[in-house]
């Protein structure tokens, strides 16, 4: 029973782990996408 509990537990906080990761990784990406956009159409007027 104990090794069984400890799957679930580990399972569950595998995915909240995954979850949170995933979430700031969008965030980080949202911002990076908004900051280097601004950089590819300067540079694009020059390309």
């Given at each position: 029973m104990?090794?069984?509990?400890t799957k679930i537990i580990s399972r569950i906080?595998?995915?909240?782990?995954?979850?949170?990761v995933f979430e700031t990784y969008i965030h980080f990406?949202?911002?990076?996408?908004?900051?280097?956009s601004k950089r590819s159409n300067s540079d694009k007027?020059?390309?």
């Open positions: 104990e090794r069984n509990a906080l595998f995915k909240i782990v995954g979850n949170c990406k949202k911002i990076a996408n908004t900051s280097f007027t020059f390309g």
